[in-house]
């Protein structure tokens, strides 16, 4: 979006936020013209949304758009909510989040609005800024794969506008909770492994598993980080960049989810993930832990999600057709 409209759109965003009656209709509108795509409209038609859950979707998925603004006011308009689109059409001087002009406020709330103390302005430089990725650690002899970017119509929710509730800090003798405060709780990391080089054992529909979880740990405020198709030297190199300490200094939580095949291993029968080049994993010595002895994830949850066969009794499973999925915490 450019650069005038997004502001406007920013310094809009609670109004808007508060004030579209009619997002379903809009969204409709919007994907009509083809300005959203079939999976946003889905994304903010989706049954159980609140209305400010459905305008804050709607929203996100708007401010990347270009060239389409006044298609985006147009839509407002067409369904009903007048109020909006005089916000955002051009030439207007909408006061929302950023601006200087006070909202007007009703006499008869006046006095109601005094009594409960002064706002604090907002500005432009209230919005929390977009968390940029560490920069990738060097781990000595190994060459590191990069990640992948998940599918673009699954990259969409932003974090930094989700609202997160307060919750009380560990403490002895009471309930416990984790505190999750932070714009950011932490990183997740997505491991999918789909090709296996033998199209009998290429994991069909992984892919969307996969963009279906970058879509719940982003919404959830975690920095998702996707690798694909991973060897097996190559997955332990990547267990050990995102278990060093250094990762997790500020973080409140990590996630991990792994999509591969799996099996049991011959010797110990325990359980493992292959590589995309059948070499083994083991899940508990050589994968949880190694995120156990991270010193910065101590006091921190730590939830590991599995989808792999286990295998038989008697040789690893490959065939794809037995998915099981577990999941660990600690």
């Keep these: 979006m450019e650069k005038e409209n997004k502001d406007k759109l920013i310094k809009n965003w609670s109004f808007i936020t508060e004030n579209t009656n009619n997002v379903i209709r809009v969204a409709e509108i919007l994907f009509g013209k083809s300005v959203l795509t079939r999976i946003e409209h889905e994304e903010v038609?989706?049954?159980?949304?609140?209305?400010?859950?459905?305008?804050?979707?709607?929203?996100?998925?708007?401010?990347?758009?270009?060239?389409?603004?006044?298609e985006i006011v147009k839509a407002f308009r067409d369904a009903g909510d007048e109020e909006v689109a005089e916000r955002l059409k051009p030439g207007s001087g909408g006061c929302g989040?950023?601006?200087?002009?006070?909202?007007?406020?009703?006499?008869?709330?006046?006095?109601?609005?005094?009594?409960?103390?002064?706002?604090?302005?907002?500005?432009?430089?209230?919005?929390?800024?977009?968390i940029k990725r560490q920069p990738p650690v060097v781990i000595p002899g190994f060459r590191l794969p990069q990640p992948v970017t998940?599918?673009?119509?699954?990259?969409h929710l932003n974090i930094h506008r989700f609202v997160h509730s307060q919750t009380r800090e560990l403490s002895p003798g009471k309930d416990t909770y984790y505190r999750m405060g932070k714009r950011c709780r932490g990183k997740a990391l997505i491991i999918n492994n789909v090709d296996y080089g033998n199209p009998a054992l290429v994991r069909h529909g992984s892919n969307i598993d996969c963009d279906k979880l970058t879509v719940l740990f982003r919404g959830l405020s975690f920095e998702t980080i996707v690798y694909k198709n991973l060897t097996g030297i190559e997955l332990l190199q990547v267990v050990a960049k995102y278990a060093l300490p250094e990762m997790h200094r500020e973080s409140?939580?990590?996630?991990?989810?792994?999509?591969?095949?799996?099996?049991?291993?011959?010797?110990?029968?325990?359980?493992?993930?292959?590589?995309?080049?059948?070499?083994?994993?083991?899940?508990?010595?050589?994968?949880?832990?190694?995120?156990?002895?991270?010193?910065?994830?101590?006091?921190?949850?730590?939830?590991?999600?599995?989808?792999?066969?286990?295998?038989?009794?008697?040789?690893?499973?490959?065939?794809?057709?037995?998915?099981?999925?577990?999941?660990?915490?600690?």
């Design 45 to 70: 038609t989706l049954e159980g949304l609140t209305r400010t859950q459905r305008n804050r979707k709607l929203l996100e998925h708007i401010e990347r758009k270009r060239n389409v603004f006044d």
């Design 97 to 130: 989040i950023g601006s200087t002009a006070p909202r007007t406020v009703p006499d008869s709330s006046r006095a109601a609005s005094s009594s409960s103390g002064s706002r604090v302005a907002m500005d432009a430089t209230s919005i929390p800024p977009r």
């Design 150 to 155: 998940p599918s673009t119509d699954f990259i």
């Design 252 to 330: 409140e939580a990590f996630m991990c989810a792994i999509l591969a095949h799996g099996g049991l291993d011959k010797d110990d029968q325990s359980e493992i993930i292959l590589g995309i080049d059948n070499q083994s994993v083991q899940i508990n010595n050589e994968i949880l832990m190694a995120f156990q002895k991270c010193t910065t994830l101590g006091q921190k949850p730590k939830v590991f999600f599995i989808q792999a066969c286990r295998g038989s009794q008697s040789s690893v499973c490959l065939s794809g057709r037995e998915i099981h999925a577990f999941v660990f915490c600690f």
